[in-house]
């Protein structure tokens, strides 16, 4: 087990992968995106609410781009809330909603019938039957290394008889996602062009090279994004459509070629017409702007005639010598030309009466693609075979625009004023100052350089969070979402049941789900501390300032694509204790509890009476008001809890819609929240039967201190739920029940075993959650937490 501060060596270590979105940054170029928007990725992700954005028909994805589909993390969790449904009372609740007994909140049919009136979403039977559940979730899916192996040696051999770059690049990344992260100017993880307040500031040229594209040392010309298709047939990108004006790329590339605004150029090495050997996978060239920008057309699927626009860059100071120039050449022979040097002639249409240049070998043809003279040839002349002229790829002009304010090479993070170190400009990457690579924040406490050949580190520790801070969110979140949700969008969507009670100083309040008949499949209960439970020595504000002081070793995991350039990166750090759980992102080890912090084992004896508690009272509602429950689908026994996954979050992380219905995991799941709010979220799967909309059903804040627990396993099938961080610094601690029989390593299983026994010394206690404290389980009397004094 390595400490929290040894760094990788690798650089395509399978275990750091990254973050999908730059934490709704814009991410504007697909004709579907507006600008300033964080779209939801990937038909999986579209439905739950992924952060990856949808760039599917850009003109550079990646020509392994059908492999970049993911999810943003595992995990259990928490979502969206409304107003307060309780009533508030007395000192101890304060700002907690008081509700004693077992009053049910919501009117039900009791009996064989149905809650309430459920539609069942009919599915083709060639899929799966209405009553069959969604699969539940499977292994983060990662691009097999042969292939990706096989995808670099395609790419080396593409440009080995290129000659080596005169220099190294300002900047570069091996992986998109710490380009992304790392640099101001571009933080698109699919799409070519970056844009912020609709202004394009950065852009990307890889894969997808058009017939005619150029690049050129001090001039590059390259299609506008969007309009492009997967050919099911090849699995290509295809050309069906023309591009408009009024979508996409195009509006905002209009706006930058009017105003000369600078964008900055970046190269992937997958590009083919790169002019020398690609130093690294991704290559920051320079300062740009747009000289020109036109619609020509081109044969796209079935040689149908497509209308694209075409866009015309040069780099703006002309005088510096560009680094993927061929080493060792000068003057024409590297592409360098003066302005005035060459110089593009003009012709006026008869028709139209509007300028084009006179931009191809084979003649002059307007440009004004609304004139009906618009790219017309003589007859003998093939689309397809057009070439630029020499003029207008050799013509320079002076820049006239604004001087580029973003610097090639950001300045490196630091903490002012009352910063904590978890806000959301933390969280992500920098530029190495030795080497200059892009690399992401992997570990909680410090950044490290991405190249392996470099030991640069940057150490930037979370500070201690005041308990104050922390209660003034969960009290704000509190005022402007309230406890919990039910909503009612449409008539497909059924009536959960919901009951609120108490016990000591904890207020459960379940709600029971139910498949797409409208029976019941299991219960989400949430346990709601209240004052005195939090703030007494001992309590959840002092479980909360042990986990900060506990140097516990937290990593971002990778989410999917593990070990290749377009891997991602979980928005949440984690670690495992207890017996091993794949939780679908890759953990390389998990740490035994006899080996974790005190506060880790009291977590666990906290949580393992709440689920003992939820399942009970759980029985009890079935039996009290007879209602119509799947067979087996609830058990009535608890499971002791060997697992353990901590979370810990930074502003703006979250963990997207997803399941813990794993086959080694038991039908319980338990979480601690805390530290800052959250907000969890329950949505039917998409074939569960239960609702035709990709909305959620049910939404619940956790607060600081509050407990949650789902149980039957039918809930993991049936739903997805997610969870959103509202505040600026959390810890999400939840145990599950592995089951080793269901482990196929026998080494695996008989480590799990092992790993997920409490120690010794915690082997004869308990937490009794109504006296809210520990006490000895042979003579109930109160004990210490083990080591404290």
Not at 168 to 188: F, N, T
Request: proline share 6%; net charge negative; charged share 25%.
């Amino acid at each position: 087990m390595s400490s929290p501060t040894e760094a990788p060596v690798a650089s395509y270590d399978p275990l750091v992968v990254d973050e999908p979105i730059a934490d709704n940054e814009s991410i504007a170029d697909d004709e579907s995106i507006a600008d300033d928007e964080s779209v939801a990725a990937y038909d999986s992700d579209s439905d739950y609410n992924y952060d990856v954005p949808n760039d599917s028909d850009d003109d550079s994805i990646d020509d392994d781009s059908a492999l970049d589909v993911g999810i943003e993390g595992m995990g259990i969790g928490d979502a969206g809330m409304t107003r307060p449904g309780m009533k508030r009372k007395r000192d101890d609740e304060e700002d907690d909603e008081y509700i004693s007994g077992a009053t049910p909140l919501k009117s039900h049919n009791s009996g064989s019938g149905r809650v309430n009136r459920s539609r069942v979403r009919s599915v083709p039977s060639s899929t799966r039957s209405a009553t069959t559940p969604a699969a539940s979730s499977a292994a983060s899916p990662t691009i097999p290394s042969g292939f990706e192996a096989a995808l670099r040696k395609t790419v080396a051999e593409l440009h080995q008889s290129k000659p080596e770059p005169s220099a190294e690049p300002p900047v570069w990344a091996d992986k998109r996602a710490a380009l992304a992260d790392a640099v101001p100017y571009y933080k698109s993880h699919q799409a070519s062009l970056y844009t912020n307040d609709r202004i394009a500031l950065g852009m990307l040229i890889d894969g997808q090279v058009g017939s005619r594209d150029q690049f050129h040392s001090q001039m590059i010309i390259t299609s506008v994004g969007g309009g492009r298709v997967i050919d099911e047939a090849t699995k290509k990108m295809v050309r069906v459509t023309d591009q408009t004006k009024n979508k996409g790329a195009y509006v905002f590339m209009k706006e930058a070629f009017e105003k000369k605004l600078p964008i900055v150029m970046i190269a992937g090495s997958r590009n083919k017409l790169f002019p020398v050997k690609p130093p690294h996978e991704y290559n920051v060239l320079d300062n740009f702007y747009i000289t020109d920008l036109w619609s020509e057309v081109v044969l796209g699927k079935n040689n149908k005639r497509v209308k694209i626009f075409m866009v015309r860059v040069q780099k703006i100071n002309l005088d510096s010598r560009s680094w993927w120039t061929p080493k060792d050449s000068i003057g024409p022979d590297a592409g360098e030309f003066k302005v005035g040097q060459y110089s593009c002639p003009s012709g006026t249409c008869h028709a139209c009466k509007e300028g084009s240049k006179k931009i191809y070998k084979q003649g002059w043809t307007c440009l004004n693609e609304q004139c009906a003279r618009f790219f017309q040839f003589p007859t003998h002349i093939d689309v397809s075979e057009l070439e630029y002229s020499e003029d207008f790829i050799k013509e320079r002009t002076p820049f006239t625009g604004p001087q580029p304010t973003n610097d090639l090479i950001p300045a490196l993070p630091c903490m002012k004023g009352d910063a904590s170190g978890s806000e959301k400009k933390f969280k992500g990457g920098i530029v190495c100052p030795k080497c200059h690579c892009c690399s992401r924040r992997i570990l909680w406490d410090h950044w490290y350089c991405e190249n392996p050949k470099c030991d640069f580190k940057l150490t930037m520790a979370v500070q201690m969070i005041p308990l104050e801070k922390v209660m003034e969110e969960n009290v704000g979140v509190m005022a402007k979402r309230g406890t919990h949700k039910f909503y009612y969008g449409s008539e497909d969507l059924y009536e959960p049941i919901c009951f609120s009670y108490r016990v000591g100083g904890h207020i459960f309040t379940t709600f029971l789900l139910t498949d797409d008949k409208g029976r019941f499949i299991g219960s989400v209960t949430r346990i709601r501390s209240t004052k005195s439970a939090r703030s007494r020595p001992g309590g959840y504000d002092d479980i909360y300032t042990d986990l900060q002081n506990s140097n516990i070793p937290f990593k971002r995991r990778g989410a999917f694509n593990a070990g290749c350039r377009s891997e991602e990166l979980t928005s949440h750090w984690s670690v495992n204790f207890g017996a091993v759980y794949k939780f679908g992102v890759i953990v390389e080890s998990t740490i035994p509890f006899s080996d974790a912090p005190r506060v880790i084992l009291e977590v666990q004896l906290r949580l393992t009476w709440a689920g003992k508690e939820a399942i009970k009272a759980t029985i009890e509602l079935i039996k009290d008001h007879n209602l119509d429950v799947v067979e087996d689908a609830i058990p009535t026994d608890f499971k002791p809890f060997n697992e353990q996954l901590v979370l810990g979050y930074f502003e703006k992380s979250r963990i997207s819609a997803h399941d813990d219905g794993e086959k080694e995991v038991g039908p319980t799941v338990g979480t601690l929240s805390g530290g800052g709010p959250s907000c969890m979220k329950f949505f039917p799967k998409k074939r569960s039967g239960i609702s035709d909309e990709n909305s959620p059903v049910l939404s619940m804040i956790l607060k600081h201190g509050d407990m949650m627990v789902m149980h039957g396993a039918l809930i993991q099938k049936y739903y997805n739920h997610s969870v959103d961080a509202l505040g600026k610094h959390r810890f999400a601690l939840t145990c599950r029940y592995i089951r080793p029989e269901m482990i196929q390593n026998e080494q695996q299983r008989k480590a799990s075993v092992e790993d997920g026994k409490m120690p010794e010394e915690w082997s004869d206690i308990q937490y009794n959650g109504e006296r809210d404290r520990l006490e000895s389980i042979t003579t109930g009397e109160e004990v210490l937490r083990p080591g404290s004094t």
